[in-house]
C-alpha cells in the first residue's frame, strides 16, 4: 500500500471499522456460545442440578432467538445491494488511447489500474467500487460489462479493482495533459483500495448503508415491516458507531493518493484546477440556463459536452478568464481519446436528462434536439410561451391596451409597457388587481416561491413598493405554481432499462430559486423578444450564459434584461422604447403567440 502516512492513518482507521464488525459478531454469537457450554457441560455431567437445569431452558430460546436475528440482520447486510452510480460505460473498443493513458498513469504511480472507465454528467471524477455480488454475476464471456465495461475473469483470485468515474465536462473542456494531471491524485486511489483491510472495512460500510435503505423501503406487509424496523435500527447503530472511523480512514485515503500523486504532473495540476473551477461554473450554467428549458418542453440537446465547451471557449476570448486561452485552445482536447466521441456525448445527455429531470417521457414529443435547431424548436417557443402566460394574466386581471382610439387586435407590448408604467397608487389599481391582493397566492405557492409574500426576492432587505409591477408579477406567480403543481409526475418510458430506482427521478432536481421580480422580467423579456422577432425579423439567438439575445440586422443585441428591469422596477419605459424605435421594432403591433 506503500510507505504515507496517510495510508497508514487510512489502514489504522480500517481496522478500527472491523473491530466494530467484529464486536457485533460477538454480540449476536455470546448467547449462543453460552447456551452450548450450558448445554455440554449437562451431557458431561458437569453442570447438574435444578438451577442448571433451568438456566438452560431460559438461555437456549434466548439464544436461537438472537442467533436467528443476527443471522438475518448479516444476510441483509450481506445481500443488500449499494448503490451505483448511474454512469456511461467507456469500454476498451471505444475509447483505446483514454484505457492507455490512464493504465500508464497507474504504471508511473506504481498502483493497480482502474477495473473499467465510466462517465458521468458532472464535474466530478472518483474511484467507485462495483464489485458486490448483488450487482450481478461477471459476464461470461469476454465482452464488455453492462454498467462499467468491465471484462470478463472466468478464475478471478483477486479483488477487481474499482472503476474510474470522469466527468464528461473535463473530458471535453480540458486538454490531454490536464485530464491527466487531474486523474494523477484519483488513480492513485487505487493503491490503498486494494488493500485488504480497507476494502473489507469498506464493505462493511456499504453494506450497512445498503441495508438502511432497504430497510427504509415501503410497500410491505406489516409482517416484514416490523422486521424491517429492527434490522434497520442494528444498521444504522453499527454506522454510528464506525462513522468517524469511515470518515477518518477516507480522509487518510484520500491524503495518501495525493501524497503520492505529487510526482506526477504537479505544475500541470496547478493550472489545470483553474480549468475544472471554469469547467463547474459553466456546466452549471448550461444546464440551468439552457438545457432545463429544453427538458421542460420535452426535448433534450445531445450535444451538452460540446455546447460547455462552446460557451467556455467565447466566455474565455470576451473575457480572458483563462491565461493563453489562445495557446490552450490549440493543444489536443481530451475528447480525442474517444473514437466516437459524439456517441458518448450523446449517452451522457441523454444521462443528464434523467438525472437532472427525470425525463425522458413516453411519446413522440421527447426527443433529442441539435444546437443548429434549438434557437427555433426552444428558445422560440420558451419566449412565446413565456408572452403568452403573461398576456394570460393581464387578461385575468381585466387590462386592456392604453387609451388608444382604435388599438389593434391581439396581444401587443404596448399593452405590457402601458401597464407597467402606470403611476403607483390606490387609484391606478383596477378591480382585478383589488380582487387578487385581497385573495393573495396559497401557503404552497408562497413555500414554492418565497418572493411571492410581499414580492421580497430572497436577499433583498425591504420588500418592493406595492403597484402594478408587484401585483403583476404577484397573479404571474400564482399562475406558474399553480401550472407547476398540477404538471403530471415525469415517468421514464423504459424502468427496467436503467440500474437505479425509478422512483427516486430525478435524482437531482435543477430548482433555481426566482424571485416574483425575476419571474415578471423574464416573461417581459420574453415578449420584447416576441415583438421583434414579428415586427423586425429578428432571429433567436442560443445566447449560452447571459441571458435571451436577438440577432438585429446581422448582430447580436446587447442583453436586454437591464432595460426590462429598470422598466419594472422604476416603471419607466423610456429606455426601453428608444431602443425598440432603434431596432424597427413596432410595440403596438399584433404578436403571434402560442
Known amino acids: 500500500m506503500g510507505v504515507e502516512a496517510g495510508a497508514q492513518a487510512a489502514r489504522s482507521r480500517a481496522l478500527a471499522v472491523l473491530r466494530v464488525r467484529s464486536r457485533a459478531l460477538a454480540v449476536g454469537l455470546l448467547p449462543a456460545a453460552l447456551a452450548v457450554i450450558l448445554l455440554a457441560g449437562g451431557s458431561t455431567g458437569h453442570l447438574v442440578g435444578s438451577f442448571w437445569h433451568a438456566a438452560r431452558w431460559a438461555v437456549t430460546p434466548v439464544a436461537v432467538a438472537v442467533l436467528l436475528a443476527a443471522g438475518a440482520v448479516a444476510l441483509v447486510i450481506a445481500r443488500a445491494r449499494p448503490a451505483v452510480t448511474p454512469t456511461v460505460p467507456i469500454a476498451e473498443e471505444s475509447a483505446p488511447d483514454l484505457y492507455r493513458m490512464v493504465r500508464d498513469l497507474a504504471d508511473r504511480l506504481d498502483v493497480p489500474a482502474p477495473s473499467a472507465i465510466a462517465l458521468t454528467p458532472d ?77 473489507a ?43 468517524e472511523h469511515a470518515a477518518l480512514m477516507e ?18 495540476r496547478i493550472v489545470a484546477q483553474e480549468q475544472v473551477g471554469l469547467a463547474y461554473a459553466g456546466w452549471d450554467r448550461l444546464l440551468t440556463r439552457v438545457a432545463l428549458p429544453a427538458w421542460r418542453m ?23 478568464l483563462a491565461e493563453g486561452f489562445a495557446s490552450r485552445l490549440g493543444e489536443r482536447p481530451a475528447c480525442d481519446l474517444l473514437e466516437e466521441p459524439g456517441t458518448v456525448d450523446e449517452a451522457a445527455s441523454l444521462l443528464a436528462a434523467r438525472l437532472f429531470h427525470g425525463g425522458p417521457e413516453a411519446g413522440p414529443d421527447w426527443s433529442p434536439v441539435d444546437w443548429q435547431e434549438y434557437p427555433d424548436e426552444v428558445v422560440d417557443r420558451k419566449w412565446r410561451t413565456d408572452a403568452a402566460r403573461l398576456h394570460r394574466v393581464l387578461d385575468t386581471l381585466g387590462i386592456t391596451t392604453g387609451p388608444a382610439p382604435t388599438p389593434p387586435e391581439g396581444p401587443n407590448l ?17 378591480d382585478g388587481e383589488e380582487a387578487l391582493v385581497s385573495k393573495g397566492p396559497t401557503a404552497t405557492e408562497v413555500e414554492r416561491h418565497p418572493g411571492v409574500d410581499g414580492i421580497e426576492a430572497e436577499g433583498d432587505d425591504e420588500p418592493e413598493p406595492d403597484g ?55 416573461h417581459v423579456t420574453a415578449m420584447v423578444c416576441c415583438a421583434a422577432m414579428d415586427t423586425a425579423g429578428a432571429t433567436p439567438g442560443l445566447d449560452w450564459l447571459d441571458g435571451p439575445t436577438l440577432l438585429l440586422n446581422g448582430e447580436r443585441a446587447t442583453d436586454l434584461t437591464p432595460r426590462v428591469l429598470s422598466l419594472v422596477e422604476d416603471g419607466d419605459p423610456a429606455p426601453l422604447r428608444a431602443w425598440l424605435r432603434e431596432s424597427g421594432i413596432r410595440p403596438e403591433k399584433p404578436v403571434r403567440l402560442g
Do not use: K, N
Open 298 to 320: 420535452g426535448r433534450w440537446p445531445s450535444r451538452l459536452d460540446a455546447g460547455v465547451v462552446a460557451a467556455l471557449t467565447e466566455l474565455s476570448r470576451r473575457d480572458r
Open 123 to 199: 464535474c466530478d471524477s472518483w474511484l467507485e467500487d462495483r464489485t458486490h455480488p448483488a450487482h450481478g454475476p461477471p459476464p461470461a464471456d469476454d465482452r464488455a460489462d453492462e454498467i462499467a465495461g468491465v471484462r470478463a475473469s472466468h478464475h478471478r483470485r483477486t479483488p477487481a479493482a474499482p472503476v474510474l468515474v470522469i466527468g464528461s465536462p473535463f473530458l471535453w473542456w480540458m486538454r490531454v495533459g490536464e485530464l491527466r494531471a487531474v486523474l494523477a491524485p484519483v488513480v492513485a486511489g487505487t493503491g490503498p483500495s486494494a488493500h485488504p483491510d480497507i476494502a
Open 251 to 268: 480522509r487518510g485515503v484520500a491524503a495518501a493518493a495525493a501524497e503520492r500523486a505529487q510526482a506526477v504532473d504537479y505544475g500541470l
Open 468 to 522: 402594478p409591477a408587484a401585483t403583476l408579477a404577484a397573479a404571474l406567480t400564482t399562475l406558474l405554481s399553480r401550472e407547476e403543481a398540477t404538471a403530471a409526475p415525469v415517468r421514464p418510458a423504459t424502468p427496467d432499462a436503467v440500474p437505479w430506482d425509478d422512483a427516486t427521478l430525478p435524482l437531482f432536481p435543477l430548482q433555481p430559486p426566482r424571485s416574483a421580480r425575476e419571474l415578471l422580467t423574464e
Open 414 to 430: 404596448a399593452r405590457v409597457m402601458d401597464h407597467l408604467s402606470t403611476p403607483h397608487g390606490p387609484a391606478a389599481t383596477t
Open 201 to 243: 472495512a469498506r464493505r462493511f460500510v456499504r453494506g450497512l448503508d445498503a441495508a438502511v435503505a432497504v430497510s427504509s423501503s415501503s410497500g410491505r406487509c406489516p409482517a416484514s415491516r416490523v422486521v424491517c424496523v429492527g434490522i434497520g435500527a442494528v444498521a444504522r447503530l453499527l454506522l454510528r458507531s464506525c462513522r
